[in-house]
């Protein structure tokens, strides 16, 4: 996989009016693989973040029976962590950090089409 | 009254844009057939939308069937469009009490006395409600108004203190299948889910949902985004959205994919508000 390939999958989803920046997280570690964030957002501490939330609602959907996540966007005052997580277990995670007022449907279409370009 | 029906479906026919539909949807109501009032009503609502009338007249019908949630969500859009809206308020009035939410129940229908000080049935209602009178099912008289309803004791109501765990999301839809409420560690305070083959999957969903909520505050406080509100998630058989009640507890709310992330979020709100007010009794 080039460099070039996660860069135009990162601009799918950062040209979304309202998206201040995207990443692609390797599920298994929480660790960095590409990122396009805004300044001052601490980028490995948010991957590996995300990456353990990732673990806990995969488990917790299969545990309810509804199956592994395709799509989850957490909510807040100030804006949202949207996640497509990738196939497998340890597969890679396109996340989106945007604004609150985004568009978040917009926003799903790109991660999931990115995902598929990284996939 | 079957001739009234026949007469309201011939005008109806005759001009479909006619709000004939109302009287129709109601007289159909009155005999019981409610499948086609159901959809008299949903017609009148695809031609008018924004019509406070509409959403009532379905949203009595929905109570008729013991949907109670979709009915609030009707009585809601009514009292939206039309705030002085007495049907909706009185509707919104019955499911409060019906869900123990005295406080919500007297509030409706205080907001209903005075848009219509004159009405007696409203002075009725509130004595009721103040005398802590039970609420029927609206079923066992779809003819009747619901706050008519709340006159003939049926139904069990919550009281303060008495309240157990499987009466946390009572009369609310999915309460015992797709509702519960954990606390900081994870232990079920209340609702249950069970997986889509019907086992009880409750334990181990909240054991796997301990901890969600201090990453999710980390996560977000990371990014300068506030506190967190909510974290909804598609699965490939079902939705889910969790929410967070109070400081030390969470919510989880599971539905088929056929409730789609934005419904589903609404249908949280609503269970956080419902939990937020079983926790403060609990204190």
């Keep these: ?13 950062t040209r979304v009016r309202g998206v201040r920046g995207a990443m692609l997280v390797s599920g298994d570690d929480g660790l960095v693989v590409a990122e396009q964030l805004m300044e001052g957002i601490k980028g490995t501490a948010v991957a590996a973040l995300t990456a353990s939330l990732a673990g806990r609602l995969r488990r917790a959907m299969d545990a309810a029976g509804v199956g592994s996540s395709v799509f989850w966007h957490l909510q807040a005052e100030q804006g949202a962590l949207l996640v497509v997580p990738g196939i497998g277990e340890g597969g890679l995670l396109v996340v989106a950090v945007a604004e609150p007022d985004v568009n978040i449907g917009l926003v799903r279409l790109e991660l999931l089409r990115a995902a598929e370009a990284v996939g | 009254m079957a001739d009234d029906v026949r007469a309201l479906s011939a005008e109806l026919a005759q001009d479909p844009q006619s709000l004939v539909f109302l009287r129709l949807g ?15 009503a949903v017609n009148g609502l695809e031609r008018h939308p924004h019509l406070a009338d509409a959403h009532d007249l379905y949203a009595r019908l929905l109570a008729d069937k013991h949907e109670y949630e979709r009915a609030f969500d009707e ?11 007495i049907g909706a308020l009185k509707g919104l009035a019955f499911l409060y009490f019906k869900v123990g939410d005295v406080a919500q129940a007297e509030a409706h229908l205080e907001a209903a006395r005075r848009y219509e000080p004159d009405d007696p049935t409203i002075a009725q209602a509130l004595v009721m409600v103040r005398g802590g009178a039970r609420p029927p099912s609206p079923t066992t008289a779809p003819a009747l108004e619901p706050v008519a309803t709340a006159a003939a004791p049926a139904a069990p109501a919550p009281t303060a203190g008495v309240l157990d765990e499987s009466q946390v999301f009572a009369g609310l839809e999915g309460a015992l299948e797709g509702l519960v409420l954990l606390d900081a560690a994870g232990m079920v305070l209340g609702g249950a889910l069970r997986s889509p083959a019907g086992a009880d999957v409750t334990d181990a969903v909240a054991a796997y949902l301990a901890g969600v909520s201090q990453e999710a505050a980390r996560t977000v406080k990371l990014l300068g985004l506030g506190v967190w509100v909510g974290l909804s998630a598609e699965g490939q058989h079902g939705n889910v959205h969790v929410a967070q009640p109070t400081k030390d507890a969470l919510l989880l709310v599971v539905r088929d994919r056929g409730v789609p992330l934005g419904r589903l979020a609404i249908l949280a709100q609503r269970a956080t508000a419902t939990a937020r007010r079983w926790l403060e009794r609990q204190r």
């Design chain 2, 26 to 40: 109601e007289a159909l109501r009155r005999k019981g057939q409610l499948d086609a009032a159901l959809r008299v």
């Design chain 1, 1 to 13: 996989m080039t460099a070039d390939v996660f860069r135009q999958a990162l601009d799918l989803i």
């Design chain 2, 75 to 85: 009585w809601d859009m009514a009292v939206r469009i039309a705030p002085n809206h």
